[in-house]
């Protein structure tokens, strides 16, 4: 939990919409400040709802969180109690580079042949004609100093369902970026996208549906500053016998753009 004034801890009441993720809420995370160098405590917000605005949290039953490191170790983080709508995570980066930060949050639903929609698997409902596991990924990424090499941003999480960028880096105003829809190692064309943006965290959300090309690419102009989410969803026809039939799979990628 989150430690208060005086070093106590705070129990968060939160209104609880996990079971949401059923019909389309995921999370994404949020960082305090872009700007780091080595040795700068940071903190990550997890944060739940649709396309970027905010509704309610999730239980942490089902929810991690790791940071992947710039030689590619992991480092499981702390998911603390914080504020009614997100969790918080701290991390202090040791070194320059490109760092990775991954919420990963699982939940098993089914549907029973009376079309009733309940949390569980196989194993509580045997019977049931639908099983899901809902599988998702938030991703951001930090990178800690300035005029990192090409080599220094190279490393990218091994995440079933991912959207990669050419590069790595801070995008500004102008600039085109270019991203690909993996699932695993294999390109996903024709995949819907969305992108959901505002200019803060006062501003109204835009939404904004996409789609990537024959290859897999999805290319985005950059025209405002401000926070930006893409999420890609994918069914998959994975998965285990006598827990559930298939997967649905997201992936959220948080990012922000200066002038």
């Given at each position: 939990?989150?430690?208060?004034?005086?070093?106590?801890?705070?129990?968060?009441?939160?209104?609880?919409?996990?079971?949401?993720?059923?019909?389309?809420?995921?999370?994404?995370?949020?960082?305090?400040?872009?700007?780091?160098?080595?040795?700068?405590?940071?903190?990550?917000?997890?944060?739940?709802?649709?396309?970027?605005?905010?509704h309610g949290l999730a239980r942490k039953e089902g929810l991690s969180a790791h940071v992947l490191l710039p030689d590619g170790q992991k480092q499981q983080l702390e998911i603390q109690d914080y504020k009614?709508?997100?969790?918080?995570?701290?991390?202090?980066?040791?070194?320059?580079?490109?760092?990775?930060?991954?919420?990963?949050?699982?939940?098993?639903?089914?549907?029973?042949?009376?079309?009733?929609?309940?949390?569980?698997?196989?194993?509580?409902?045997?019977?049931?004609?639908?099983?899901?596991?809902?599988?998702?990924?938030?991703?951001?990424?930090?990178?800690?100093?300035?005029?990192?090499?090409?080599?220094?941003?190279?490393?990218?999480?091994?995440?079933?369902?991912?959207?990669?960028?050419?590069?790595?880096?801070?995008?500004?105003?102008?600039?085109?970026?270019?991203?690909?829809?993996?699932?695993?190692?294999?390109?996903?064309?024709?995949?819907?996208?969305?992108?959901?943006?505002?200019?803060?965290?006062?501003?109204?959300?835009?939404?904004?549906?996409?789609?990537?090309?024959?290859?897999?690419?999805?290319?985005?102009?950059?025209?405002?500053?401000?926070?930006?989410?893409?999420?890609?969803?994918?069914?998959?026809?994975?998965?285990?016998?006598?827990?559930?039939?298939?997967?649905?799979?997201?992936?959220?990628?948080?990012?922000?753009?200066?002038?």
């Amino acid at each position: 939990m989150h430690k208060g004034e005086g070093g106590t801890s705070m129990k968060v009441e939160f209104l609880d919409t996990t079971d949401h993720m059923e019909y389309g809420h995921e999370g994404w995370l949020e960082p305090n400040t872009t700007h780091v160098h080595e040795g700068d405590p940071v903190e990550i917000y997890f944060k739940w709802g649709h396309n970027m605005q905010a509704h309610g949290l999730a239980r942490k039953e089902g929810l991690s969180a790791h940071v992947l490191l710039p030689d590619g170790q992991k480092q499981q983080l702390e998911i603390q109690d914080y504020k009614p709508s997100s969790y918080l995570m701290q991390f202090t980066p040791k070194e320059i580079g490109l760092y990775h930060f991954i919420c990963h949050n699982k939940g098993y639903y089914v549907i029973d042949k009376e079309g009733k929609h309940l949390r569980g698997t196989l194993k509580d409902y045997p019977d049931s004609p639908k099983a899901t596991s809902f599988t998702q990924f938030s991703h951001l990424t930090m990178l800690v100093g300035h005029d990192l090499s090409k080599e220094q941003l190279s490393t990218s999480p091994r995440l079933p369902l991912a959207i990669v960028p050419e590069e790595w880096k801070k995008w500004k105003t102008g600039e085109d970026i270019n991203f690909t829809l993996y699932l695993n190692k294999d390109v996903l064309p024709e995949n819907d996208i969305d992108l959901a943006c505002a200019e803060d965290e006062e501003s109204s959300v835009e939404q904004m549906k996409m789609k990537t090309d024959g290859k897999g690419k999805l290319n985005i102009n950059v025209e405002k500053i401000g926070q930006y989410l893409l999420i890609a969803r994918h069914h998959s026809n994975e998965g285990e016998t006598g827990v559930y039939y298939d997967t649905q799979f997201t992936y959220t990628y948080y990012y922000s753009i200066k002038k």
